[in-house]
């Protein structure tokens, strides 16, 4: 891959994980995140 | 003087797991930081976890009813593969810390890196475990279950399971087969790690397999240079996870340890962020061309 196409695939992955957050954020996966990991995961320690 | 990157290594597992009280108190930390992910595979069960796992969060998105992709975590995830490739885990993942802690254990160890087709195996564990099992086998409430960590992932039951469940008796009275399950796997992994440098991140870990299709595009690379490149095989030789740096230095498999930067007698190889990168050449393949 030359350089040119490396650094325009970079740039345009950039963007796409800058609005894919913006997307998660905006629908509320953030406090899903937060909510299963303020309480113990069952599944985690073998117990769930 | 201290190995610079165990020193770093150090510090990323410290400052994913600073919620000291935690581990005082036997229980979590229920800050809002946890709505974050870190970069490396640390469990968000771990006492002293201030932030979340990233595979913990995609299989929490994944297996919940309202939603079959996470954006944000997925999002988050290429970010951290996008600057860092799997840099991540040579010097930023609590987990691969604790493998080469355990590789340290006197003992026999196995010749080679192991056998590469079985180096698919964390793609496997990736497809299947952290994202078929939660999006398409959902319970009656449409909740998928976050099969990785509860049938693989050994980082949740040594660093989460085991302090919770010695702390808590509540735990330690519902902890059954499903939990001794756990213990036996992750000691087994455990002890693969002390006779196969880092066993779990070559064969089973989703994180490195996802990091490690970034590593060819990443800001962080290596390259080398044709022109000093002598072709003695030094750093191939010395490379654990079986890469040839010379040939593929941004192959999915390496780490960015650096071994074959200190082992190349021509300073043929170079690493690190674009823009700011010395040393090796600007075009990756040239010493295998040479
Ligand atoms: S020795 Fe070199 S090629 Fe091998 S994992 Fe470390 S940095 Fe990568």
Redesign the pocket.
Known sequence: MSEKTGNILRAALFLIALAFVAAGVSRGEMSTVLRKAVTVCLECIGIG | MADRRRVIQWIALIANNAYLKGFAEGRVYRGSLKSICVPGLNCYSCPGAAASCPLGALQAVLGDYRYKFSFYVVGLMMGFGLVFGRLICGFLCPFGLMQELFYKIPSRKAAGSGARWLRWGKYVTLAVFVIAIPVFFRGDLGIGEPAFCKYICPAGTITAGLPLVAAQPSLREAAGGLFAFKVFAAAAIAAACVVIYRFFCKFLCPLGAFYGFFNRIALYR?SCDGNSCVRCGA?SR??R?G?D?SREPD?AE????????KACPSSALGAGFEFVRKGGAKDAGECARG
């Open positions: 290596m750093c010395v490379c996870m890469v740096p192959s390496c780490i960015r340890c650096g071994d074959c930067l």
